[in-house]
């Protein structure tokens, strides 16, 4: 759930060209996982999210750029990630006008939102309710924004009533995927209650 945060935030704020991104994004995590790096969080001092940016930051300093990378396809087992696909998005965001700290919250935001949107549409097919997620996906993700309820209506040959219902069946269940994964992620009560204000504007 952090990589593409994690990527973004290298190529932008440190300027580190692709490549050398991808060596870092995956050194990042390699530490992580064999120093238990994470383990050092203290929910008392702000959320794990900022606490990962900061152990990101450390990390480049610490590191002297790039000058001990791990080689690209050597013995580190690889991160099963779309890196070419968060590359393409950074196409349109070359610039940033906000701090990066609110960046780097920005872009956590989006890929959570973005996998539990992923999650929805295998759910639904897994269920048989392809009908709910397209419903779901024309009224809240179509980039022309969101049509009439009757106007979905007519689009796909169902009544008002169905298109009510269905979603609002693909509305439970998105936010019941974003919430499960929300928690997942989170070490408190209070910090999941606090970023699922951030996400959804209420406590869950």
């Given at each position: 759930?952090?990589?593409k945060?994690?990527?973004?935030?290298?190529?932008?704020?440190?300027?580190f060209s692709?490549?050398?991104t991808q060596d870092i994004t995956q050194d990042f995590f390699l530490k992580v996982v064999e120093r238990d790096l994470f383990a050092t969080?203290?929910?008392?001092k702000g959320r794990f999210r900022t606490f990962v940016r900061v152990c990101l930051d450390r990390f480049v300093v610490d590191r002297g750029r790039i000058a001990n990378a791990l080689k690209r396809g050597g013995n580190t087992p690889p991160l099963s990630v779309d890196f070419a696909r968060?590359?393409?998005?950074?196409?349109?965001a070359t610039e940033v006008n906000d701090p990066f700290d609110v960046f780097f919250d920005g872009e956590w935001m989006r890929h959570l939102l973005g996998l539990a949107v992923e999650k929805l549409e295998t759910e639904c097919s897994s269920k048989g309710k392809n009908l709910h997620?397209?419903?779901?996906?024309?009224?809240?993700?179509?980039?022309?924004?969101?049509?009439?309820y009757a106007?979905?209506?007519?689009?796909?040959?169902?009544?008002?009533t169905?298109?009510?219902?269905?979603?609002?069946?693909?509305?439970?269940?998105?936010?019941?995927?974003?919430?499960?994964?929300?928690?997942?992620?989170?070490?408190?009560?209070?910090?999941?209650?606090?970023?699922?204000?951030?996400?959804l504007g209420d406590t869950a």
């Open positions: 759930m952090y990589w945060p994690v990527y973004k935030y290298l190529r932008l704020r440190w300027r692709p490549e050398e969080y203290d929910p008392n968060a590359e393409e998005e950074l196409t349109f997620y397209r419903i779901f996906e024309r009224f809240y993700l179509h980039p022309a924004g969101a049509p009439s106007e979905l209506a007519t689009e796909f040959a169902v009544s008002i169905e298109i009510t219902n269905r979603l609002g069946f693909a509305r439970r269940e998105f936010r019941r995927v974003l919430l499960d994964s929300l928690r997942a992620i989170t070490a408190t009560d209070e910090e999941f209650r606090a970023e699922a204000r951030a996400l």
